[in-house]
């Protein structure tokens, strides 16, 4: 974990009505590009679900580890 240079937080959260998943706030949209990760860089993402409902994580043309889930 030394060698990571970003901590990025993720707070998964629900729209009123329990309609659309958001994340740090935002919905999904195509065109938009909310952050770019430096090749061959190394990341902790931290995320925290603060909806009630599941929500199944996936990155694209990205490796990753869990190292941690729950705090365990």
Excluded at 13 to 34: A, E, P, V
């Amino acid at each position: 974990i030394a060698d990571v240079k970003t901590t990025r937080n993720f707070v998964l959260t629900m729209t009123s009505g329990m309609h659309m998943h958001l994340i740090n706030g935002l919905t999904f949209q195509m065109d938009r590009i909310d952050w770019e990760t430096p090749l061959n860089s190394l990341e902790e993402w931290k995320i925290v679900n603060a909806s009630n409902m599941l929500h199944p994580m996936h990155s694209h043309s990205e490796q990753f580890q869990v190292y941690s889930r729950n705090g365990n």
